[in-house]
């Protein structure tokens, strides 16, 4: 499919980053399972930091279901377009366990990249798949800059986590 071939490297480049990536947010949360964690980290963990797993994996995801060869663009925004709506419910499942948790007083930063962003990224993806009936090269672009906007959130969620247990969590102990 002609719509589809030149996203291949963009793809590429992307699925490979959000797979490191995946790998780097284990190991950070490997040492930071080193810390004592307090009976709320659980919550906490279900709020920050599983989320960030679930946005690189869709970054993956999307990767490499738009590397695939597919015929038409019609059935594959159709995945992208579940994946759009899954991903809207499930912010809105995070939004609830972020205003739940009790471990971690949540601020406007925190509530802008774990609610707020995706839910956008999310919708764009949704979104696209609608304007990819008439306007493919739009929508296209549409799930591009989704995707990258999950993998900078991902990245940021990451570096936020890691530097809280490290800065703020260890200097308390």
């Known amino acids: 499919m002609t719509a589809l071939s030149g996203w291949e490297n963009f793809y590429v480049i992307v699925g490979s980053s959000a797979g490191a990536l995946i790998g780097l947010q284990f190991v950070a949360m490997s040492l930071i399972a080193e810390l004592p964690a307090a009976r709320s980290s659980a919550q906490a963990g279900a709020a920050f930091a599983t989320p960030t ?5 869709v970054v993956l995801f999307l990767s ?5 060869p ?3 663009t ?3 925004a ?6 759009g709506l899954s991903g809207l419910v499930y912010d809105m499942i995070v939004f609830r366990r972020m205003r739940l948790q009790t471990a971690y007083q949540a ?3 925190d509530w802008l990249f774990h609610a707020v ?3 956008v990224a999310y919708g764009i993806l949704a979104l696209s798949a609608f304007a990819a009936l008439s306007h493919v090269s739009g929508a296209l672009f549409g799930v591009a800059g989704a995707v990258l906007l999950l993998l900078f959130i991902g990245i940021h969620n990451t570096w936020d986590a890691v530097t809280y247990h490290v800065f703020v969590m260890r200097q308390k102990q």
Request: glycine share 8%.
């Open 53 to 57: 797993i679930i946005h690189f994996s």
């Open 64 to 68: 490499a279901a738009l590397s695939a």
């Open 70 to 72: 597919w015929r038409t």
């Open 74 to 76: 019609g059935s594959v």
């Open 78 to 83: 159709v995945l992208w377009g579940l994946v």
């Open 107 to 109: 601020e406007f930063e």
């Open 117 to 119: 962003l995706p839910f």
